[in-house]
């Protein structure tokens, strides 16, 4: 059976995703067919879904203005796995501290936007990420962090004290860029551990 993979192709690294999306999925022995979401009328159709890194208040925007916002909300209600990563993981969240940014409201985490961006503004680092063997490389590039983890919400991955990977039942969200290295074991995670018999 083919999977139905659609990244939210407003901003950020939607080819990167595709290729670690179809990664995972021969890792499973399945196939994933990939569709950029622009307009709404594709997330229905969508068995997962990506919501990458870019500009935070721009795809909040762009997200409610073209009616995307409600059916990613619906989604994720019927239980169908949501990765969302950097400013993906802004937009999902419960808080992103800035009135600019419209929430999604489906990750139970307060986020500071600029956390990393003002200090360094990227560097990659080794993480022990819970459910993976082995250390992810994780990339973060001007990376929010998470400042507050609400009940319920599993803290997968965490740097220097602070969650930086969390998962709020059918969403993992990442303050790094998963897409950015040939490892697909974060979308494998975030994909196919919590799918839903097919």
Do not use: Y
Not at 7 to 27: F, K, L, P
Not at 41 to 61: A, F, H, K, N
Not at 119 to 136: C, I, Y
Request: hydrophobic residues 45%.
């Amino acid at each position: 059976m083919t999977l139905i993979a659609g990244v939210v192709a407003v901003q950020g690294d939607v080819s990167e995703h595709a290729d670690a999306i179809r990664r995972a999925a021969a890792a499973h022995g399945e196939t994933a067919e990939v569709r950029e979401i622009r307009t709404a009328g594709i997330v229905p159709e969508c068995d997962v879904l990506l919501v990458p890194g870019g500009e935070s208040t721009t795809i909040s925007r762009l997200l409610r203005s073209q009616g995307i916002d409600e059916e990613i909300r619906e989604h994720v209600a019927a239980g169908r796995p949501l990765l969302a990563t950097c400013a993906g993981l802004i937009v999902a969240s419960s808080d992103a501290k800035d009135d600019r940014v419209r929430t999604l409201d489906l990750v139970d985490v307060t986020v500071d936007r600029n956390a990393f961006g003002r200090q360094v503004d990227s560097f990659e680092a080794p993480l022990d990420v819970a459910g993976l063997d082995d250390p992810f490389p994780a990339v973060f590039i001007r990376a929010p962090l998470i400042d507050e983890v609400g009940e319920g919400v599993e803290v997968l991955a965490e740097w220097e004290g602070r969650p930086v990977a969390v998962r709020d039942g059918a969403v993992v969200a990442t303050s790094f860029h998963p897409e950015l290295t040939p490892d697909s074991r974060v979308h494998r995670l975030a994909f196919f551990e919590a799918l839903p018999a097919r």
